[in-house]
């Protein structure tokens, strides 16, 4: 199984969570929501064989964390993977477009100039704009955008522009995200949770409730939720195999 957007160190009890992770193989993707939670989180997640850390800046925080870009340049050299960043359009944040948008570009030239990563994208109202950025930085790497919510010509935009999708329980389990599911680039998908944030029925989806998504998955494009697991399975080898990391 693979959870290819999550947020291992905001749960309650992460160590024990890693572990029961590791012991399940599971491949996960876990973000950081600041570039000063890298460190630390590194380290906890160092004992696990197939958990990955992602060096990111939140859009919902980064217009506080403007100082910390910095630290995110220096950062990168020694990050596989860069998630969570994008934009967050959410009428609450609006004054804070700007500095989402410096901050996103910032995060996007430095990731060009490092010769591009998978990119876990944050894009909740504000798609169009995320394209826009990613049009302006053509070789940060490969974008997928995760739980993606926007219109039909926003996703056939984004597919041209060559993103990827991660797809969770929640988002499956409404009509309109299943709706978007059916139209996604198969050999492009991913699955994840996105828990702590992620829930389902009230209760935040741990890493291991990524099977959900399979079986959702499975349902929404007509096939056996195994043919699914073999999907995604290739589906994460090519991207390693793009950006030459393990
Ligand atoms: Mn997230």
Request: aromatic share 0%; proline share 25%; glycine share 0%.
């Given at each position: 199984m693979i959870d290819f957007h999550c947020h291992i160190d905001l749960y309650p009890d992460p160590v024990a969570l890693i572990n029961e992770c590791d012991r399940q193989g599971i491949y996960i993707l876990s973000m950081t929501t600041?570039?000063?939670?890298w460190r630390e989180s590194l380290k906890m997640i160092?004992?696990?064989?197939r958990i990955r850390l992602a060096l990111g800046l939140h859009p919902q925080i980064a217009h506080e964390r403007l100082g910390e870009l910095g630290l995110f340049e220096a950062l990168l050299f020694e990050a596989g993977y860069v998630g969570e960043i994008g934009l967050d359009g959410s009428p609450e944040l609006r004054d804070h477009q700007g500095a989402q948008i410096r901050a996103l570009d910032a995060i996007l030239k430095a990731c060009q100039l490092g010769g591009g990563r998978p990119l876990s994208m944050h894009s909740r109202q504000a798609a169009s704009e995320v394209l826009d950025a990613l049009e302006r930085w053509p070789g940060a790497g490969t974008p997928i955008l995760h739980w993606f919510s926007g219109t039909r010509a926003e996703l056939n935009r984004a597919i041209s522009l060559g993103c990827w999708f991660s797809v969770g329980p929640a988002m499956l389990n409404s009509k309109k995200g299943a709706e978007i599911a059916s139209l996604l680039p198969r050999n492009r998908t991913l699955t994840e949770t996105d828990g702590p944030f992620g829930k389902i029925n009230g209760r935040p989806l741990r890493p291991y409730d990524v099977g959900l998504a399979e079986t959702l998955l499975a349902s929404t494009w007509n096939i056996t939720v195994a043919e699914v697991t073999v999907m995604l399975r290739q589906n994460l080898r090519t991207l390693t195999a793009i950006h030459g990391i393990a």
């Open positions: 600041t570039p000063r939670a160092k004992p696990a064989r």
